[in-house]
């Protein structure tokens, strides 16, 4: 993986932010107003509850091709609210709720971070027919409840599926590559089809689209735990995912979890965790 600039709290293997909401129509309405970023509509996650947009994101200093994302997941009206319930649990308005990377070596990850004494879950293999007849297959890592309040993200190996960030730069106009999967635990990616450049954020350079509609930047992840050192360390089994130069510091808090601090069309966005206890 090339060397990239990192902002603090940002490993070289950040794969996307997730943003959840207690209403999906609702939720994106106000994340775009807030932000003045515009979403695409991602998809539905049978089973689960759940569905979600998918707006631009761009770490700090990072080039406009890089894989990465933030998602705005929320309940599904089409499916059982229970379902969503149990995925969404405290979050009673926006928040963040966690976040991915995806290491050059998922399984090396996970054995460094058992060797460390530190749970990063389960190994996954999902799997999900596109519309068009085609079959996506990627990997992760699954815990519950979220490892410190969803401050430890969950890993991600892609494997040959196309990535949501590159769907959102090509835009709609390829439906073989707009059938890629969103969130990874559940659900798959596949924006309305129809859609112009505009709508689908393509990125062309950092923080500005390609159709003139600004993206947004993640200048930041920071961190807080009862026990800064036990998150510190859980944090630097990333080291062994390709991750270079990340920078975690982590602060004392009564309660574990993270904040997200955005850059866009209208100024500065702080997204944090819900407080609660482990």
């Known amino acids: 993986m090339p060397a990239r600039p990192t902002a603090s709290g940002i490993p070289s293997t ?7 909401v207690p209403e999906l129509a609702a939720g994106v309405a106000e994340f775009e107003e807030l932000t003045g970023a515009k979403s695409v509509p991602g998809g539905s996650h049978p089973g689960r509850g759940t569905a979600n947009h ?5 770490p700090r200093g990072w080039g406009a091709d890089s894989l990465t994302y933030l998602e705005i997941l929320g309940p599904d009206p089409a499916q059982d609210p229970a379902l969503a319930a149990a995925q969404l649990a405290g979050f009673d308005r926006m928040a963040a709720q966690r976040w991915a990377v995806h290491p050059d070596d998922l ?14 879950g389960a190994v996954f293999d999902m799997a999900r027919d596109t519309p068009e007849g085609g079959r ?6 699954r815990r519950a409840p979220l490892a410190y309040g969803g401050a430890q993200p969950f890993l991600i190996d892609w494997a040959e599926s196309p990535h949501p960030a590159r769907t959102l730069r090509q835009g709609a106009g390829d439906p073989a590559s707009a059938a890629g999967p969103s969130t990874p635990e559940a659900g798959g990616f596949a924006p309305e089809t129809g859609a112009s450049a505009s709508e689908t954020g393509s990125a062309a350079a950092p923080g500005v689209s390609g159709a003139g509609e600004a993206a947004l930047t993640l200048e930041r992840l920071e ?33 574990p979890g993270f904040r997200a601090v ?3 069309p209208r100024g ?3 997204l944090e965790t819900p407080v609660r206890q482990e």
Not at 14 to 19: I, P
Not at 136 to 141: G, H, P, V
Not at 226 to 242: E, F, K, M, N
């Open 262 to 264: 955005l850059a866009g």
């Open 54 to 58: 998918l707006v631009p994101l761009i």
């Open 223 to 255: 961190f807080f735990a009862p026990d800064p050192a036990a998150l510190a360390a859980a944090l630097g089994v990333l080291a062994a995912s390709g991750a270079d130069g990340g920078s975690f510091t982590v602060e004392e808090a009564a309660c």
């Open 107 to 120: 399984d090396a990850t996970v054995a460094a971070a058992d060797e460390a004494g530190v749970d990063y």
């Open 14 to 20: 950040f794969d996307h932010l997730v943003v959840a």
């Open 268 to 270: 500065e966005t702080v």
């Open 136 to 141: 996506l297959e990627w990997r992760l890592t």
